[in-house]
């Protein structure tokens, strides 16, 4: 193998060391590895909860400058059709799920809370309860309107 191979082929070996020791860390923070890979680099794609498909190689490893993310406004003013990418992503199936899943955990909430108040004893109990039951009644509300 002549010098120039071997410096590509430790260039490689780096960025793929440096791939996995990522990958590891957001696996510790709750990222889940796709069976999906990055159409630019066919990477392995990370995502966490509802969010968008995370591709460590492209963000960070690749990433010319730091591993911060691009301010956004600057972003979107030199490609405006990345507004719409994420009206999309607004209305994927996994943001509705991830919807339903807050109704679901919003409803056991107020569940909680109406057994709690009727067994309470003191006013400010009640009140905090009260308060609870009705913040909880707006965010279903909030909710479903986006769930239509
Ligand atoms: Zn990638």
């Given at each position: 193998?002549?010098?120039i191979?071997q410096?590509?082929?430790?260039k490689?070996?780096?960025?793929?060391?440096?791939?996995?020791?990522?990958?590891?860390?957001?696996?510790?923070?709750?990222?889940?590895?796709?069976?999906?890979?990055?159409?630019?680099?066919?990477?392995?794609?990370?995502?966490?909860?509802?969010?968008?498909?995370?591709?460590?190689?492209?963000k960070?490893?690749?990433?010319?400058?730091?591993?911060?993310?691009?301010?956004?406004?600057?972003?979107?003013?030199?490609?405006?059709?990345?507004r719409?990418?994420?009206?999309?992503?607004?209305?994927?199936p996994t943001?509705?799920?991830?919807?339903?899943?807050?109704?679901?955990?919003?409803?056991?909430?107020?569940?909680?809370?109406?057994?709690?108040l009727?067994?309470?004893?003191?006013?400010?109990?009640?009140?905090?309860?009260?308060?609870?039951?009705?913040?909880?009644?707006?965010?279903?509300?909030?909710?479903?309107?986006?769930?239509?």
């Amino acid at each position: 193998m002549d010098k120039i191979t071997q410096e590509k082929y430790n260039k490689s070996r780096e960025r793929s060391d440096r791939i996995s020791a990522l990958m590891g860390q957001y696996m510790l923070k709750g990222y889940r590895m796709l069976g999906s890979t990055c159409e630019v680099c066919g990477n392995v794609l990370l995502k966490y909860r509802d969010q968008e498909d995370y591709c460590v190689a492209c963000k960070e490893v690749d990433a010319p400058s730091a591993p911060v993310s691009r301010p956004v406004g600057s972003a979107s003013a030199s490609h405006p059709q990345q507004r719409s990418e994420l009206i999309s992503v607004v209305k994927s199936p996994t943001s509705q799920n991830a919807v339903h899943t807050a109704v679901h955990a919003v409803n056991e909430k107020m569940l909680w809370a109406s057994q709690a108040l009727s067994s309470a004893l003191s006013t400010g109990e009640c009140q905090q309860l009260c308060e609870l039951l009705k913040t909880c009644a707006e965010t279903l509300r909030a909710l479903r309107e986006i769930q239509q």
